[in-house]
């Protein structure tokens, strides 16, 4: 059984930084994905990055390409999203996500690739 929890969420000010963290208890694929989420109340939830199982190539859109950095410790079963320079728009609720299909391309960003989720750690982005 894989468990997701998220933690690190909080208040931070415009151009600070903050360090998600996530136990990925029970997860092994070897080819699949992780990944990290945001939403926020009235949109789709959004992927952030996302990173692959076998090499760790990671994938992020060009809102936090830059900026944000996901990471692995598959040792500790420990999944981190270092978030830098981070803005207001950044703020949400953060989840984080596996994947147990294989994965055969590029980790991909939508939510309907992934399988279990944890649920969340919030992130306010405010002066």
């Known amino acids: 059984q894989v468990v997701l929890v998220e933690s690190g969420g909080g208040l931070v000010q415009p151009g600070e930084s903050l360090r998600l963290s996530c136990e990925t208890t029970?997860?092994?694929?070897?080819?699949?994905?992780l990944a990290w989420f945001r939403e926020v109340p009235g949109r789709e939830r959004e992927g952030v990055a996302c990173?692959?199982?076998?090499?760790?190539?990671?994938n992020y859109p060009d809102s936090v390409k830059g900026r944000f950095t996901i990471s692995r410790d598959s040792a500790k079963n420990l999944l981190t999203l270092q978030m830098t320079n981070v803005k207001p728009e950044d703020g949400g609720l953060y989840y984080c996500?596996?994947?147990?299909?294989?994965?055969?391309?590029?980790?991909?960003?939508?939510?309907?690739?992934?399988?279990?989720w944890g649920t969340g750690t919030q992130v306010t982005v405010s002066s």
């Open positions: 029970g997860f092994h694929r070897p080819d699949s994905a």
């Open positions: 996500t596996v994947r147990f299909r294989t994965l055969f391309s590029q980790c991909p960003l939508g939510p309907a690739e992934y399988d279990t």
């Open positions: 990173l692959t199982s076998r090499d760790r190539t990671t």
